[in-house]
Structure formats: C-alpha cells, structure tokens
C-alpha cells in the first residue's frame, strides 16, 4: 500500500507502541506494552495540534489540523515528519508552515518540530503533542498529576475528580507523572536550558454520553458520571513566533513506566545524569550541620536588635551547636522593602560593625548567610526610577506588579500602605549588571553565604513583552533567572569559591549553582532528595517541641534551620527541641556513613510496617550496606514498628538518639511518640 493510501502508521521500543494518523498526525492510539494500558484507546477522541493565531488586525484564531490541508508525511524508520505549508487562519492562509516531527526513541516518544512564520501574523501558542484523552485504568482509585514545585510533589486530582482544568510548567517543573500509585505516564520538555516555555495542561470535559447519563439513579455510583468523562492533555507551548521569524521546538517526550512515582522520576534522573554538573560547596556542607533564621529588621520597622547585639545570637549558636545564622531584614528598609538594595540598613549599624561580627562569626564555626532578593523592585523608595526601565511587560504593554507583602502594623496589615513590587526581566542584560552590583555588595561583607528568597518564581510572569530589554519578543523570564543564577557563581568563582548560594525552594535546574532552603509537612513526598542525594537542603523547625520536623530532616538528610517565634525569637527560647535536635545531629554525625554521606532510597530497599509509623532507606556508599529511619509522628501514643530490609542477610542493629550505642534488632521495636530510631546493617 503506498503512502497516499496509508492510513496509520505504528511506532514502537521495548515499553510502549503509537498509532500515528498519517492524515493528520493525531496519535490515534498509545499504549503500554508492559501493563496493556490503552493511554489514549478512542480513535474519534484523537488530536493533532492546535495553535493560537494573532492576526495583524488583531483578530484572534484557534485552528487546528482538522482546519488544514493534508500535510506532507515523511517516514524515517521510527521518525514521522509532518508539514503543513500555509496555515488556514478564517478566510486566509498565511505564508507560515509548522514542522512537527514524532520520533520513538528508545526512552520515549518524542514530539519536536519548527515554525517558519512569514507571515504579519502572530502565532503565539501550539500545542504539540495533543492527546485527544488519557484514560483511567481499570484498577484505579484515584489517578493524579504530580510535579515537583518547591522541592516537593504538587499533587492534583485527576479521578475521580469530576472536573477540573490545571497545569504544571516545564521546565520549571521538571517533569509530571499522570499516574495511578501502581503505573503511569511520565511527561517532560528535554530543555535543560530553559530555551521554552511549555504549559503541560490538563483538562477534564464531558463525552457526548454524559449529558444523557448524569442525574439518573444509579449515575453517581461507581464513579460512573466521572467515567463518561475524558482528560485531555496538551504540551502548550508559549512561542509567540513574531512576524517574519521562526523557531524550532524543544523536544517533548512521553513514556508509561510500572510501578510507584520512583519509577517515574527514575526516568528523570537517568535524562540529567548527560547534563547535570554539581557546583563547588564548602567543605562544611559535607558535615552534618544545622542553621537558624533570624530576622534582625522588618519592612515596617520592626527592629529586633541591632548589629552590635549579633554576638549573643552567635554565642546561642554555639551554646547549641549550630552551623549557620541565616540573617533576614539585614538590607536596607528591612525584609522585602528598599529591593533590590543590598546595602545595610544604617539604622542597625556601620557595615564595618557588620563584616566584624560576620568574621567574629566564621572564627567561632558560625557562618553568617545573608538574606537576599533580586526578583523585584520596591516601588516605594526614592531610588526606584533606576529601575523601571527593567521591568517586565505583559502582553498588552503594562508593567507587571507584585502586590506586595504585608507585615507587623494595622496599617500594612490592612493594606494602606503595602508597598508594591515591580517585577523584574531577568532577560534584560542591563539589569542584570545592575543586580551584580548588589550581589558584589554581600561578597564584600566577607560573608559565607547567601539565602535568595523567591529565587524560583516571577510571581507568574512567565515571559516578557518589554521590546527595549534586548531579547527576543517575548523574552522567557526563567532563561533570564538561569543566567544571572550562573553569572553570580562565577562571580564567586573569583571572589571566594565557598561562598554559599542558598535558594528557596529552587527546581532542580538551578541545583546546578543554589543548594536549597524549604519549608515542608513531615509527610511530603521528598521528591528533590531522591533526585540527588547530595544537593545541600534545609528545612524549617518552627515550633517549640517540633520533634517530627527533626526526626523528618533526621530521615530526609535535611539541616534543620531552628525558627523561634517566626524567626524573631532566641534558640534559648526553644530547650526542648534544641537538645532533641542537638541528639539527632549527634547521631547523624556518628553514623554519617549511613546517614548524611550516603545515597538516599526513600522507601525503596526495606517494608516497615506500624501505625502512624514514617520511615526512609539510606545505602552506604562506602559498603552498600543500607540504613532504615523510621519514626512515630503521633504526638501522644508509642507505636510498634516492624523493619526488615530487602534481600538482606547480614545481621542488624539498632540505635536511636537517646541511645547511640548499636545493640542487636530483632525486628520489631515500641516508638515513642515523635521518636525515632535507625536499623542498620552490620
């Protein structure tokens, strides 16, 4: 048969297989080979593109491949290259063509391509691919979209959730997993270098047989009237492909994996294991450790000490046996006011009273990060013209605005004077410079270190339309934060290379310059931990007997930063989980083979069972030998754990903060409440 009269078109590797319309280019038809998932099974729901279209007049089209002229299908082995020359857009056809290619690699199907836009149009958004549905196994309970954001798991309900609309971003975000908890979908743009911005959507929409069905006796039973549902899901891809220009495509790949979100993310890792580099750390961060926030100065002045009494918080420090002081509201106007300024506040003291305590600091084996924050400008101060040439555009010419934090007074708290925050370009090179100016001003202070507050959002503005700032239109805001984020380790590079750059909460392609600074529930799923072992991570401890937050960063290879009173309070103020703290991090450092220098497994290599009993796996690099933390989060009652690790015949042991010397495990053992303990392997 030739290809004029071929139909479909069958892509297939060891895992999966894809039925392609040659007519079109809608996946027709993707399954698992391994499980027999059907992922998309309904031919008639199939999808190929679908594009935004701005005309030159301002009129705004959808089209999509049903729309067009059958395209020019080229086959290569396992690639399949679609053309359509001249789009159909309302009553005309532009002179741009869309390229759209689907490859079957050995790790996935992968969907990538070119637009060629000669035309005065603007083709602002194309979804490729489409999928027309992702079906629900049969076996499925409940079937969500997971993405990692804030070095956790995001986890949206897809079923039996009866609607909804949502999406993650790529490649903030990494990857996703549509997934059931037993099988799954694993989605990601292979753009390690930030080049587009793709919104992975998800949409749930009623199928022709709903409206008949919904409201009967029987049709809320068995999850029936969601079942007459389809989820759609479309890799929107931002391109905004100006007049007269073109762009190609970052690749898209899809593939099912078996088994729990491991396997999923596994997928990842093995991808950014050909581009991942690790930056230089301090030789302290090798070492178990432990911080403390503390806020010297709020945007409303609320002057909590000045830089003559750091000492005694550097003495506390000590006392406790804490690493490191992460200072907050230090610049001037205090915590997210007078941005993006990094001078100190004069109100607090001379900067030279600030780089003697910091070197008083460091020679006591306290370290003094500094809180910083580049992502905006204060609109409030009288410097702040300087930096309105910088701000992002949206896509109807206005500056983008942050409405601001509001803080300590009845007035602030009301709003009455919330100060407002221009939101900067990060791809405006001129402000980039700028902001090096301000981050030089920490490195002079001869600190050790830096926390970058908000350094992994733009409070939503994705992209920039500014004209002025030197890029291309628009300008995608998270390419701009990845230069400035490599700009400044270079900067370090020359200036002291231990310098240590902190963010918050930063997506793992900014791992490759920040470690990271969280805030998270014991019961997270720590997807960032699994993904690499040894990325620097701390988390806050912010309550007055907060054991499960110790044992937690005890199970995830966390440092604790010790929070008292919002981080406005003494560590004196927090005995209970200070000595708590102090034993983990003494059993942590005894065992640190085990527990702090050693590859983390999460759950996978052991089974423990028992009530309200949490636990993690550690191998030792040294040995292999693994390690099991497991530990009770209720507050009130002992629970009896059982471990055993997987494929193990060596004998174990057992040991616990309060008990530190190795005795023989037999298998089961009573947990205290918010206690914890470590099984070894002998």
Known sequence: MGL?????????????????DLAQG???????????????????????FEANVKLANGNFFVINAASQCRPEVTIQGDKLTFVWNGLNVGDQQLDATFTGTITMTPDGLVYGGKVVNKSDAIIEQLAWPFLGEVSIPADT????????????????????????????????????????GKQGLYLSSMDHKLDEYVRCEYETVPTPAYASFIGTATSKQGNGERRLMRTRLRAARMLYVQAHSDRDLVPFIMTPYVGTWHNGVDIYKKWRATWFVSPHRAEWLNRVNSWQQLQINSSE????????????????????????IQLTGW???????GLPSHDLDPRLGTVEEFKKQIADANKKGVKILLFTKFTW???????????????????????????????????????????????????????????????????????????????????????????NHGHKVPGFN???????????????????PDFLMTGEGPYDLQAQYYSTYTRADYNHEPVLRYIDSEVPIACAVIDHNDKNHVN?????????????????????????????????????????????????????????????????????????????VAYNVDTQKAHTATVSIDNSNASLVIVSPEKQSPSKFNGQVEIGPQSMVVVMEK
């Open 377 to 467: 400008a204060d609109l409030t101060t009288d410097y702040h013209e300087q930096y309105l040439s910088n701000i992002a555009w949206n896509a109807q010419g206005d500056t983008c605005i942050h409405p601001g934090y509001n803080y300590n007074t009845y007035t602030q708290l009301e709003g009455v004077n919330t100060r407002r925050f221009g939101i900067f370009c990060m791809m405006d090179k001129s402000l980039r410079k700028k902001l090096h100016e301000e981050f030089q001003k920490c490195l002079d202070l001869g600190a050790p270190g830096m926390v970058y507050d908000e350094n992994q959002h733009h409070a939503g503005t994705m992209l920039c339309f500014n004209p």
């Open 141 to 180: 309970e409940r079937m969500l979209l997971q993405y990692m954001n804030y070095t956790k798991f995001n986890t949206e309900e897809l079923y039996p959730r009866e609607a909804g609309k949502g999406w993650c971003n790529f490649p903030e975000h990494s990857f996703a997993l549509i997934n059931n």
């Open 26 to 48: 809608a996946l027709l038809g993707l399954q698992s080979k391994v499980t027999g998932w059907n992922v998309v099974e309904d031919e008639k729901a199939a999808c190929s």
């Open 301 to 324: 002045t609320n002057i909590n000490f000045k830089i003559k009494d750091l000492n005694k918080y550097i003495d506390e420090c000590k006392k406790w046996g804490v690493d490191a």
């Open 4 to 20: 004029g009269a071929q139909q479909k078109y069958l892509l297939e590797n060891e895992k999966m297989r894809a039925e392609v």
């Open 552 to 628: 937690m960063c005890a199970a995830l290879k966390y440092s604790m930063s010790y929070e008292v009173r919002n981080f406005k309070g003494s560590l004196n103020e927090f005995p209970r989980v200070m000595a708590y703290g102090q034993l983990v991090d003494k059993l942590r450092k005894r065992y640190s083979d085990y527990l702090w220098n050693a590859e983390f497994l999460d759950i996978l290599g052991a089974k423990v069972t028992g009530d309200n009993i949490r636990y993690t796996v550690f191998r030792n690099g040294k040995t292999g030998k693994k390690a099991v």
């Open 478 to 496: 998270y390419q701009g934060a990845d230069l400035l984020g490599r700009e400044f380790y270079e900067m370090c590079q020359k200036s002291n």
């Open 331 to 337: 610049t001037k106007g205090g915590q997210d006011r």
